[in-house]
């Protein structure tokens, strides 16, 4: 009898836990493409961040990167030191008007964001993905931040250190993967593949068999999210 019962609650049990599964979202991706440097990314992060607070069980983020500029790299990987990434007056105003509705008024303006490189950020947000997962997120959350509320160049090596450190990672981290002779190359392999791929602009959400290719707010990212689930 006492067999039995023990066989029927680790029966209970298994059941329990393997429906969780099935109905958690935790256990699914949504595929995020992103550059540092587009505004139209550091605004659905604002949604992303407050969708993950309201909702416990959100999917992982895999964060895949993306270059803007790679039109203006040079064959070693290098951009252009001309280049010009200047927005229209009409991108401007969509960039205003998605900001009052997403942002709580620390965004700078596009004209007031320092013209840095967003590779060296990305080469780090890269190896912190895979080498320390559980930190990812608040990285790469502080790197949207530095650039676009602080005005700070995230190329810079001194600025990369601090953010680690702000991870609760040893802010020495980063220096793994820049000193690595592959890693720039990894990174923009990873870009060309997901312009291959049809990724056309960021951000680029894709979850399951869908995709969005805009702002969204964090209702609406909940919406495109659990009527999959």
């Known amino acids: 009898m006492v067999y039995i019962i023990g066989s029927t609650v680790l029966l209970v049990i298994f059941l329990f836990c393997t429906l969780r599964q099935i109905v958690n979202p935790s256990n699914r991706t949504l595929t995020l493409y992103a550059d540092y440097v587009c505004p139209f990314c550091y605004l659905e992060q604002q949604s992303l961040v407050e969708y993950r607070q309201s909702h416990p069980n959100h999917p992982l983020v895999n964060w895949l990167p993306y270059d803007i500029r790679h039109q203006k790299r040079t064959t070693g990987g290098f951009l252009d030191t001309q280049y010009d990434i200047g927005y229209p007056e009409q991108v401007h105003t969509k960039i205003s008007k ?125 919406e495109f999210i659990h009527e999959q689930g």
């Open 98 to 222: 998605l900001a009052q509705k997403h942002d709580d008024g620390t965004m700078l303006s596009p004209a007031d964001v320092p013209l840095v490189d967003s590779l060296p950020a990305q080469i780090v947000s890269w190896y912190i993905k895979h080498e320390h997962p559980n930190r990812w997120f608040a990285f790469t959350d502080r790197i949207f931040t530095a650039l676009w509320c602080n005005g700070e160049d995230i190329s810079d090596t001194g600025v990369l250190r601090n953010i680690a450190e702000e991870s609760g990672l040893n802010r020495n981290a980063i220096d793994i993967p820049l000193k690595k002779a592959d890693a720039r190359e990894q990174v923009l392999t990873q870009c060309a593949e997901a312009r291959h791929a049809g990724v056309g602009d960021v951000p680029t959400l894709i979850y399951e068999s869908r995709s969005l290719h805009e702002v969204t707010s964090a209702n609406k990212l909940a």
